[in-house]
């Protein structure tokens, strides 16, 4: 909760939402309120409610609960082993899963059809019909109360009709007859229906769509991940000088103005200004930049970023909430709850589908009344009616399909997070890439070596790595790594001295060794002639990092590192113009390498510069011009953009904040992964659509039959099965996707 002057704000935990109708409806209610303001957000199933003084949250979780839903003030997230609403929910599935497949085979092959077999049947259906089925006629009455329908209402009644005239033809019928037989057959037959039992449809139908939420809520419960992802990020605690003693304390005692120690390899606990002390700062997860920055006396530095160098004092300015790093998970969850979610393709369905269905139901029974045909024939045909178009299909069509894509996808290096991801791939027209880790490797290499004249490159490149190998720099280590490939072992140093932020010196072979910046080599009065300057200069402005390297009172060289471009990244954006495309680089680098980075993958339009605010800034206005936006990043400085845009799209070798905050995730971390991800999505959405329209198709050209009366006692089972298999089997082909990918033969 906060609270600003006559106003306080809530987080709500929403629960008994099925569908987004509902959200609306608790949104609606909340705002009927005077001085409330509400958003309620189906997906992370929270809502966030502004409200005047005066107004209790009490009132607000009193109006949730009239409105028949649960709520509480938000918890810490849960994960799916210790909520209590997910562990139900999966012991639904498990038990409709264990007491409904005996049903279904009994009731579809008849040699196991032993004496009394339908009476085993009621037995085991009925406490899935009653209980494991309880979330959908808890929403279907639920939907009554406000004069609405949903696929949970369609669900809800199919099941309780197929089970209702079950019993009725049990108990009042012949089918409880000692020795009574399901054949199964297609012929179409006249009859009063009550031979026939539909508990296989009832607790097929049951099983099947409980699989379907169950696939569903596994996916929405990690919605808050991405947030406990960046809290994870910052210290734990802090060495605060109180009294000119070091005290260590948890972190939440620290208090602005505060003097903290920051040794090499810790994290800074909190944002503050450098008192003492001069260091390297890898601020990557918040500029996105591979090379550290040096910060002296006076510079500002932020929380959870790391000290790679030497110790540092450092005041605190901003604690708790109004950090960076606090700001960055306010980000992400902003961007979150702002983000339109489409409803479920099967709700928009049932908007039109579910009413008709009733009407016709409702028109077979009077019109059998009016025809002369008795109460029993009418009612069965109107309750065939139902059962025939009880969605089984309708319910395994999306689950299925993203089980089979997401599986083929994991393969692949291709994770979907769920069903609600895939709308946006088939309007996604724009492409925004991350530059540090997504188009380049995302760390330092070595690209040149430079000698004087007379000089050996190999020499140079010897001398230089022997003293670097004793820093920790990242520049240092690539240099060494550099060397080592090249030359191989490498000979030990003596006398280090490591000058923050301008380079390092020690003894190498006898030979007083120099290697960074020129004024770290102008204090023992050498300076690069000419030439050397010039190659320098030249590195510098290409965005590269140089270093040069002297001995013995001259200076022998230049050594060039930069982040290079990934080899596969051209192609792979050559193919994103391919599906469609156009793709920009968004990144917090400067406007020289983000440039030079552009034209070597060929993508013209760039924006630099751009902090994790800038970044949201930036696919907000690209989305205010009607474009539909996917982004690819890899670092928690992206995780809000991902977050914010259409589809957002982490590499697996990034950070976890930024795999949270995503919709797809690419482990094998090369642009590759990005078209096949949007191709995978595009197919897998398509196979959904497909799956939904002959999932329909099935049940309503069986509906005439029905209400005709003309419906053989087996052949809604039948039609279902036969949906249902259909559905399975054009699901399976998407194990036959390729990746585009020229590496890839899988």
Known sequence: MSSGAGTASYDLEIGGMTCASCATRIEKRLNRIDGVAASVNYATEKAHVEVADGVAVDDLISEVVRTGYSAALQRPDQSDETDPAFRMLRLRLIVAAALAIPVIALSMIEPLQFPGWQWASLALATPVVVWAAWPFHRAALLNARHRAVTMDTLISVGVTAAFLWSLYALFFGTAGMWGMTHPFRFTIERGDGLGSIYLEVAAGVTMFLLLGRFLEQRSKRRAGAALRALGELGAKDVSVIRDGREERMPLEALAVGDVFVVRPGEKIATDGIVREGSSAVDASMITGESVPIEVRAGDAVTGATVNVGGRLLVAATRVGADTQLARMARLVEEAQSGKAEAQRLADRLSAVFVPIVFGISAVTLVVWLLIGGGAAAAFTAAVAVLIIACP???????????????????????????????????????????????????????????????????????????????????????????????????????????????????????????????????????????????????????????????????????????????PTSADAIAALRGLGLRPVLLTGDNETAARRTALAVGIEQVRAGALPEGKVDEIVALQRQGRVVAMVGDGVNDAAALAQSDLGIAMGTGTDAAIEASDLTLVRGDLWGAVDSIRLARRTLSTIRGNLFWALAYNVAAIPLAALGLLNPMLAGAAMAFSSVFVVVNSLRLRRFRSSSPQTVR
């Open 392 to 566: 089984c299909a309708l319910g395994l069509a999306t689950p299925m399909a993203l089980l089979v894509g997401t599986g083929r996808g994991a393969q692949l290096g291709v994770l979907i997070k769920g069903p609600e991801v895939l709308e946006s791939t088939r309007r996604v027209d724009t492409i925004v890439l991350d530059k540090t880790g997504t188009v380049t490797t995302g760390r330092m290499t070595l690209v040149d070596v430079i000698p004087a004249e007379g000089e050996d490159a190999t020499e140079v490149l010897r001398f230089a790595a022997a003293v670097e190998d004793a820093s920790e720099h990242p520049i240092a280590q690539a240099i060494v790594r550099g060397a080592t490939e090249r030359i191989g072992e490498l000979p030990p140093v003596d006398e280090f001295h490591n000058a923050q932020g301008r380079g390092v010196t020690g003894v190498v072979e006898s030979r007083a060794v120099i290697a960074g910046r020129p004024s770290l080599l102008a204090d023992w009065a050498l300076h690069l002639d000419p030439d050397l300057e010039s190659a320098f200069d030249a590195a510098e402005s290409d965005a590269r990092t140089a270093i040069a390297v002297a001995w013995d009172g001259r200076v022998r060289g230049v050594v060039v590192v930069a982040d290079q471009v990934k």
